[in-house]
């Protein structure tokens, strides 16, 4: 018989997991509290943009595999549930917030049927699924709890999660592994790593990962600090250290760092369950790469007061870019936005110009000006910031764009653009990590 899956929390997580699980032939349905989420995704909607996501939603609920519903007794006839849900970090705190994954392990234990399996996607502070293991037993001690990190990247989380790198469990017995590969089977007969861990070792993969992901962008940012004040290049010194296979070149483009709903909020609930644990010393790095993270910031402000002036006011500064990484409309702690918005309160006018995320924005920042075409956002700019680098931006023609600007500067925060190019077309080009020259 095929498993029947339920996913609770159909965000970003949960409803990519939900399409993708029922595109390899399984019954999903997906359950969430906000109706007006579900209402969408039934009509084979997604309320935010990931590339591909969309057309598999509409094409596996169009096949009757997928579902989704406000009411939580649709899960009842389900063989395994995800928990999907999010853990934003405390409002007061480091340390991630649990509220919503206690309410839906709450939720689901009364309902599921026996021999069924519950199994975490969320990404959680250590320890939590050995208590929430504990917590399921007491209510339905014939259902059993693992745990399955997930490793999206968003503007790739379709082909992540049907063509993972690895697949982690985290498991306490053999019948919840054996389950587990039964949904998965597809991945693992085409080779991909399974990696069985004890629960807690599961959790602390996600995090790890994002630590180390963490430290290796901020490495490159510190050295391009160091590149600045040495008259050196920071895009030549990650190409060289990039080809030494001990290092690799991913997460070596130095520039106004890691942003968005993961990473940031990761590394901080890491310190504080590490606080918990009273292992705190193990973990005083990442006080410092979150440092260096939130500095590269600052460094852009401080390259736009040099190249104009410290008073800003008067100042238009055009911005191209407001979702932390391309491909994606996600602007939670989107350095873009953080940059244009202190930049703003500092007296200049900020106009900002993203392709997918501009809705987002709006909504965050309502105070920033925001524009839909790139030429209207740079019309009588004092200056250009490149603070996402979406493709668009790559492929602008700096002579085409040069009558448009009222001082042809561009400051570029992701050293993406050809700085040749935009040289000689009469730009005074400037990047953080890079000698400037001219």
């Not at 399955?148 to 992540?160: I, T, W, Y």
């Not at 180390?212 to 290049?233: H, P, Q, V």
């Not at 809705?359 to 956002?377: C, V, Y």
């Amino acid at each position: 018989m095929t498993l029947r899956v339920s996913v609770i929390g159909t965000g970003y997580l949960g409803a990519t997991h939900a399409a993708c699980i029922a595109s390899l032939g399984f019954q999903v349905i997906g359950v969430d509290v906000d109706p007006a989420k579900i209402e969408l995704l039934a009509k084979g909607k997604v309320p935010f943009y990931e590339p591909d996501l969309e057309d598999l939603l509409a094409s596996e609920i169009s096949a009757g595999r997928l579902s989704f519903s406000t009411d939580f007794s649709a899960i009842k006839d389900a063989d395994i549930h995800f928990i999907c849900v999010g853990t934003p970090q405390q409002a007061n705190s480091l340390a991630a917030d649990m509220r919503f994954v206690n309410a839906a392990l709450d939720a689901i234990a009364p309902l599921a049927k026996p021999g069924t399996l519950i199994v975490g996607k969320s990404t959680v502070p250590v320890g939590t699924a050995a208590r929430l293991r504990e917590r399921l037993l007491k209510v339905n001690p014939a259902v059993d709890l693992a745990w399955n990190p997930e490793f999206l990247r968003e503007g790739f989380a379709v082909e992540d999660t049907l063509r993972p790198n690895r697949l982690v469990v985290g498991v306490t017995n053999d019948a919840a592994e054996s389950k587990l590969k039964e949904l998965y089977k597809s991945n693992l007969d085409a080779g991909t790593p399974w990696i069985r861990a004890d629960l807690p070792t599961a959790e602390l993969v996600k995090v790890a990962a994002n630590s180390f992901l963490a430290t290796k962008i901020s490495f490159i940012n510190a050295m391009a600090e160091i590149c600045e004040a040495a008259g050196g290049d920071v895009t030549v010194l990650a190409k060289a250290i990039g080809y030494d296979p001990r290092i690799g070149n991913r997460f070596l483009q130095a520039g106004i760092g890691f942003g968005g709903g993961c990473l940031p909020k990761d590394i901080r609930a890491f310190m504080a369950r590490a606080g918990e644990l009273g292992a705190e010393q193990a973990l005083e790095f990442l006080r410092e790469i979150d440092s260096i993270n939130l500095r590269a910031r600052a460094r852009v402000i401080e390259l736009v007061r040099k190249d104009l002036s410290e008073d800003l006011r008067g100042k238009k500064i055009a911005v191209l870019g407001a979702a932390f990484k391309p491909d994606s409309d996600d602007v939670r702690d989107s350095p873009a936005l953080d940059i244009s918005a202190q930049i703003q309160a500092a007296g200049a006018t900020v106009v900002v110009h993203d392709p997918k995320a501009i809705a987002n924005a709006e909504k965050r920042f309502p105070a920033l000006s925001f524009n839909q075409s790139i030429d209207a956002t740079l019309d009588g700019a004092d200056l250009v910031l490149h603070l996402t680098e979406w493709k668009i931006y790559r492929e602008i023609d700096p002579s085409k764009v040069k009558g448009l600007v009222k001082n042809p500067t561009i400051i570029d925060g992701r050293n993406a653009l050809d700085r040749d190019k935009w040289i000689a077309a009469g730009w005074k080009f400037r990047a953080l990590g890079r000698a400037d020259l001219n």
